[in-house]
Structures are given as C-alpha cells and as structure tokens.
C-alpha cells in the first residue's frame, strides 16, 4: 500500500475529529432516560459508583484491579491485579500488572515511564509483555473459508518494546514504539474449557508459520497518531476517537515474514438526544504490503470475527491479508444505568485490495449496564450467515483496547 493513501485519509480524520472537539466543548442538555429505576436496583449502582472510576488514573500509586487481557477469545471474564508507585520524586513510574482468564490465557507486563519529560508534553519509557495464549481459534485464510475447517493453537510470546509519546493537543497525541518480540512459541491448546478442536498445524499444514516447526523472531516499529475526544472510552456517549498507524514487521530470523501494515480507525457518536438516544459509529480498515516473496504469517494476518467485529461469528473467523469493517449501534437509556441497543456489522477479508468489501453482516441487539461512564457488562444477541450468537462480555464493544500499551504485536487481535 502507498504510505500516501494513509496520510490522505489521516488528514481526514483529524479534521472531523478537530470539528467533534469544538462541538463537544458545548456540554449538551441532558435528558432522563425512559423510565426511572426501582429503588433496589438504585441502591445497587449507587454501591458500585464508589467503585468504579470513569477513567482509572494511570498516575494513582497502589494496587488496582485488572478485569481483562485484552485479547479477542480470552473468554467472559479475566481477573488480576497491578501495582503502580512512583520514583525519583514521582519523575519514574513503575507499573506491573498481570491476569488470568477464563479460558486459562495468562498476560504478563511491567512499564517504566517518565512522564512529561523535561516539563513537555513528552512521556518515554519501556516495558516488558509477556503472554501465554491457550486456544487461539483459526479457520484458513481467505473470504470463504469452511467452519468445518475450524482449528486452534496454542501461542506464546515475550515482547521487549521502548516508547516515546508525544500531546499535541489535549486531544491528539503521536506514538513511537519499537521493539523485538521473542520466537512466538507454536502449540495444541489447553485451558480450562478447552474445546477439542484440532490443531491448527494439523489442519493447515501449508499456511504461513504453521508450515514451519520454528518460528522466527521480529523486531517492530509503529508510528501512530490518535485524536481522542470522548468523553469516555469505556461507555462513550459523546465526541469521536481517530487513530491512524503504520507499522513494519522485520523477520530478523529468515526475512520470510518481513511485511508492513497500515490502519486506520474511527468511532463517532452522536447524541441525538443526550442522555437517552445515543448512535454509535465504527470504521475500521486494515492493509498488509509484502516485498518480493515475503509473507504475512498466519498468526498476524487480520481478522474478523467476535464479540467486537463480526458477533454472530466465532473469534478470529475469517484471515486474510486486508480487511474493512463498519459498525452501527443505536443505544436507548431504559434506565440511568442500563440501555437497549440495537446494531449492524458489516464487513470483509480479501488477498487484495480492490476485492474489499461488506461481503458478511451481523445484526442484533442487547443490553449495556453501565455505572457513570464505565460499561461493566453486556449481552449481545446477533445473526448472520451462519446462525445465532449469544455473547456475555464484561467490556464495552467500542473501547478499542489496541489504543492501550498493554497489547503484544504477535497475534493480530480484532
């Protein structure tokens, strides 16, 4: 792919980001949701709200909960616990965290950061990411490929990685990553609630990376810039979030799986009546770009699938090398602390670029509970072309993990 393309579309959203941010500094009339909550139910949300902060601060000392991996497949539930505490006179911050997860998947990090370095609008640091992921769902490659293909592996992973992060504005920031990821380690699943698939290598013996006993190890580079004006990540109700990234994935083994990547991604909401009827949008496109023989290995082509791209459709459903993906959700407040919502997903893999297109869909509706701005659980019932979906997840659908550094590069993550 031309870098040219990507910034074209850059510009872009940065612009309707900029233009969300002004009409966002106007705080909107709000209206009471439809009906008003039973006094128990009341009481119960009044309980969790000295709980639950709108948005963690990431430079709070002590211990804190961590309720998630980050990683599509994990299952309904992670449990951990980190630890933060500053240094130097509260110049260094050392932040270690780790959980564990339903399906027994286990993740792993320590940072080092210097915040606002020198007085600037400058952060660098490093940090240390560790993962073992138990069943890791693969179907083939390609737009129309078999469930009755469906496999699994096992992965794990160790990633090295500096960082320097740089706020342009309140709302738009640009990141440098690089680092080295050891040799993901291939395997056949295991976990609590293992489901006896077959093992991906067994059943796709020629793909990329499963056709090799030995995996090579990478080093990677990421360039991205993100204009964030929510006013939540966790149960956005108003302003926009734009990410665009490029990023370069060096075999420094082999040269076989050297590749680029590009992104861009977008969420805007738009209140049409603030505090009862919000309208939720999601686009997001993925392109991979090889140089002579180079491949993309299976375990990082994009994919599709699961309970925040396709959900009517298994975890990591469909791989391929580029990928598009639109989203609409209508939420309407039931409750002050529960909504209906109402969605479509449409969206499509392709080896190539011009084949793009909105080829499989997913239509549903649910329930989001909700304590002021953080969504601590959902229901999501969804059809498509290959049956229901029931999906009970403790996260909200639009928070879009992979802004967080805590997110390893190896495998690809819808």
Known sequence: MRTSITAAGLLCCFAAATANAQESSVPPQFVAPVFEEPELMAKGFKFANKYIKDRPAERTAGWYPVFKTNVT??????????????LAKRHLWVDTSAAYSWRGYKTAQTTFEVPDVGGSRMSIGTQLHWQDLTQVQYFGTGPDTSRDLRSDYRLSTTDLVGFASYRLTDFLT????????????????TGFFDRDYPDAMVVH???????????????????SAVADTRDSPSHPMRGALYRGEAAVFSDRDTGRFSFRRYELEGVQTVPLSPGRWTLLFHGWTVFSDTTGSSEVPAYMMPSLGGSTTLRSFSDYRFHDRHFVLVTAESRLALFEH????????????????????????????GVRIHVRATTIARVDLSHGREGWRMLVRLNEPFRLNRVSRRNAPIPFVP
């Open 73 to 86: 497949g994990d299952g309904w539930i992670s449990l951990g616990a980190g630890y933060r505490s500053p």
């Open 205 to 223: 013996p020629d793909d990329p990376g499963f056709d090799q006993a030995e995996q090579p190890g990478f080093v990677h580079t990421h360039f």
């Open 338 to 365: 529960i909504d209906a919502a109402v969605f479509v997903d449409a969206g499509g893999v392709a080896p190539r670029v011009r084949d793009l297109g909105l080829k499989e869909t997913s239509v549903g509706g």
């Open 174 to 189: 640009l990141d440098l990553r690089a680092g080295r990821v050891s040799r993901p380690n291939l395997g056949s699943s």
